[in-house]
């Protein structure tokens, strides 16, 4: 597919999970990519997804930034403009689980969910607003835990989760007049390493969805780049669900 052909992306946390399926999946339908990556240990894994956007023809930036810190995700927007020319796509896919008895979540826990899941993607959007052009794209990437807890333990993920619609709501009335559109997209659970489909609880997961498996983190990645594309052009203002059928 050549949809994003001369189009340029910044994906956070895009070295491994969804996010590497995410940046792997625009470069193949023609995006330039750039893409974070949390600290040192994760450089290898982030040196192949370059290797894979560079096989499939385009330019790519891997930047060293933790989502937890303000001024580093502004720095990596900017540098994805400057390095690349310009900023088309923002996808907000930086995260980290959290489970856990509600009366045992530390208040640095919260602090740090709350400042990868919520304020890196406020902060994203804002340092990228100025860069964006018509039919410029916010993604987000949230969780179907945002719209249905069906097991306890994960108040403070599916807390912070959820402040993504309301993100993603505002900002799309916000910037709509300049003709970019903003979405959410909710996986539920996925074959990513974070949550391996032969984990201790993934019969439990799967049991819950109504095609009875995992999505691939490819699956996420389509939706996504259906969004950034043509075909997403009015979608905005909305929440995606991509759980196989798990809050149906």
């Given at each position: 597919m050549?949809?994003?052909v001369?189009?340029?992306?910044?994906?956070?946390?895009?070295?491994r999970?969804i996010?590497?399926?995410i940046?792997?999946?625009l470069a193949?339908?023609?995006?330039?990519?750039?893409f974070?990556?949390?600290?040192?240990a994760?450089?290898?894994?982030?040196?192949?997804?370059?290797?894979?956007v560079?096989a499939?023809?385009?330019?790519?930036?891997a930047?060293?930034?933790d989502?937890a810190d303000?001024?580093?995700?502004?720095a990596?927007v900017?540098r994805?403009?400057?390095?690349?020319?310009r900023?088309?796509i923002l996808?907000?896919n930086a995260g980290?689980?959290?489970d856990?008895?509600?009366?045992?979540?530390?208040?640095?826990?919260v602090?740090?969910v709350?400042a990868?899941?919520?304020?890196a993607a406020?902060?994203?959007?804002q340092a990228?607003?100025?860069?964006?052009?018509?039919?410029?794209?916010?993604?987000?990437?949230?969780?179907?835990?945002?719209?249905?807890?069906?097991?306890p333990?994960v108040?403070?993920y599916?807390?912070?989760?959820?402040a993504?619609?309301?993100?993603?709501?505002?900002?799309a009335r916000?910037?709509?007049?300049?003709g970019?559109?903003v979405?959410?997209?909710h996986?539920?659970?996925t074959d990513t390493?974070?949550?391996p489909?032969?984990?201790?609880?993934?019969?439990?997961?799967r049991?819950?969805?109504?095609?009875g498996r995992?999505s691939?983190?490819d699956d996420?990645?389509?939706t996504v780049?259906?969004?950034a594309?043509?075909?997403?052009?009015t979608?905005?203002?909305?929440e995606l669900?991509?759980d196989g059928g798990a809050?149906?």
């Amino acid at each position: 597919m050549t949809d994003l052909v001369g189009k340029v992306a910044l994906v956070t946390g895009g070295s491994r999970g969804i996010g590497a399926a995410i940046v792997r999946r625009l470069a193949r339908d023609g995006a330039d990519v750039a893409f974070t990556y949390v600290s040192p240990a994760g450089k290898a894994k982030a040196e192949e997804v370059v290797a894979a956007v560079e096989a499939a023809g385009r330019r790519a930036v891997a930047v060293q930034a933790d989502a937890a810190d303000p001024d580093a995700v502004r720095a990596a927007v900017d540098r994805a403009a400057a390095e690349l020319g310009r900023l088309d796509i923002l996808v907000n896919n930086a995260g980290v689980w959290s489970d856990g008895p509600f009366e045992e979540v530390s208040q640095a826990e919260v602090d740090r969910v709350l400042a990868i899941h919520v304020r890196a993607a406020f902060v994203g959007a804002q340092a990228a607003s100025p860069h964006l052009p018509e039919g410029g794209r916010i993604v987000s990437i949230g969780s179907n835990l945002a719209l249905r807890a069906p097991f306890p333990g994960v108040v403070l993920y599916a807390m912070s989760k959820s402040a993504l619609g309301g993100f993603t709501r505002a900002l799309a009335r916000e910037l709509g007049p300049r003709g970019i559109t903003v979405n959410a997209v909710h996986p539920g659970s996925t074959d990513t390493d974070m949550n391996p489909a032969d984990g201790e609880n993934a019969d439990h997961q799967r049991g819950l969805s109504a095609l009875g498996r995992y999505s691939h983190a490819d699956d996420i990645a389509a939706t996504v780049a259906h969004l950034a594309g043509p075909g997403g052009g009015t979608i905005t203002g909305a929440e995606l669900t991509v759980d196989g059928g798990a809050n149906a």
